[in-house]
C-alpha cells in the first residue's frame, strides 16, 4: 500500500521525461536497453500499485490505450523463450486497445520485450506480451505513447472519493 503517492508520481515524471529524451538518442548498447527496460518495468510497476492503492482516478486507470496487436504464428510448444524472427506475424498488426491496468499487467508478466528500433538508431516503440498472451500474440506501444501515460499518471492527484454500498452488501468505491 502506497500512502504518499507524490514520490512515486514524481518518478513517472522524471521517467517521462527520460525516456522523451531517448528519442533522439541513435547509439545503443547492452547497457543501454537494459536501462531502458527497467525504466518501462518500474514505470508500469508504479502505475500499478497506485492505482492499487486507489491513488489514481478511475478515468486513467479505466483510459482505453491505442497501439498495434501482432497475431502469433509460431510453435506454441516451443520451449524457446527468445523471440524468434517469424513468430508474429507483423505484416498483419491490428489495432488493439488495453485498459491501464491491463497494461501494466502484460509488462510486469511479460514474456517478450523487444525495444522496436526499425534502424537499429532511432527507439519507436515496445514490442511486448505477457506469459499468457505471447501464444495469441504480440502488442506494439509507441514510446509517445508510453510518456504520456506517465505523464497523466504522473500529475493525476484525485480530490474526491466515493464509496456507494450496492444492495447485495458490497460496496463500491470511485476515485476522481
Same mark, same amino acid.
Given at each position: 500500500?502506497?500512502?504518499?503517492?507524490?514520490?512515486?508520481?514524481?518518478?513517472?515524471?522524471?521517467?517521462?521525461?527520460?525516456?522523451?529524451?531517448?528519442?533522439?538518442?541513435?547509439?545503443?548498447?547492452?547497457?543501454?536497453?537494459?536501462?531502458?527496460?527497467?525504466?518501462?518495468?518500474?514505470?508500469?510497476?508504479?502505475?500499478?500499485? =497506485? $492505482?492499487?492503492?486507489?491513488?489514481? *482516478? %478511475?478515468?486513467?486507470?479505466?483510459?482505453?490505450?491505442? +497501439?498495434?496487436?501482432?497475431?502469433?504464428?509460431?510453435?506454441?510448444?516451443?520451449?524457446?523463450?527468445?523471440?524468434?524472427?517469424?513468430?508474429?506475424?507483423?505484416?498483419?498488426?491490428?489495432?488493439?486497445?488495453?485498459?491501464?491496468?491491463?497494461?501494466?499487467?502484460?509488462?510486469?508478466?511479460?514474456?517478450?520485450?523487444?525495444?522496436?528500433?526499425?534502424?537499429?538508431?532511432? =527507439? $519507436?516503440?515496445?514490442?511486448?506480451? *505477457? %506469459?499468457?498472451?505471447?501464444?495469441?500474440?504480440?502488442? +506494439?506501444?509507441?514510446?509517445?505513447?508510453?510518456?504520456?501515460?506517465?505523464?497523466?499518471?504522473?500529475?493525476?492527484?484525485?480530490?474526491?472519493?466515493?464509496?456507494?454500498?450496492?444492495?447485495?452488501?458490497?460496496?463500491?468505491?470511485?476515485?476522481?
Amino acid at each position: 500500500m502506497i500512502h504518499e503517492s507524490n514520490y512515486w508520481k514524481s518518478d513517472l515524471l522524471k521517467l517521462a521525461n527520460t525516456l522523451e529524451r531517448r528519442l533522439t538518442q541513435t547509439r545503443w548498447n547492452d547497457k543501454n536497453l537494459f536501462t531502458i527496460e527497467k525504466e518501462i518495468f518500474f514505470g508500469f510497476y508504479a502505475i500499478r500499485k =497506485l $492505482i492499487e492503492s486507489k491513488k489514481i *482516478s %478511475d478515468s486513467i486507470t479505466q483510459c482505453k490505450h491505442k +497501439m498495434k496487436e501482432f497475431p502469433y504464428s509460431g510453435n506454441s510448444e516451443s520451449l524457446l523463450t527468445y523471440m524468434k524472427d517469424n513468430e508474429y506475424d507483423l505484416a498483419s498488426g491490428e489495432t488493439a486497445y488495453l485498459t491501464t491496468i491491463e497494461l501494466c499487467n502484460q509488462f510486469i508478466h511479460s514474456y517478450h520485450f523487444l525495444p522496436f528500433l526499425p534502424d537499429e538508431k532511432h =527507439l $519507436i516503440g515496445f514490442f511486448f506480451c *505477457s %506469459d499468457r498472451k505471447r501464444t495469441s500474440g504480440i502488442y +506494439m506501444i509507441t514510446v509517445f505513447d508510453v510518456v504520456n501515460i506517465y505523464r497523466s499518471v504522473g500529475s493525476n492527484y484525485p480530490t474526491i472519493m466515493r464509496r456507494e454500498r450496492l444492495p447485495n452488501g458490497k460496496s463500491i468505491i470511485s476515485i476522481e
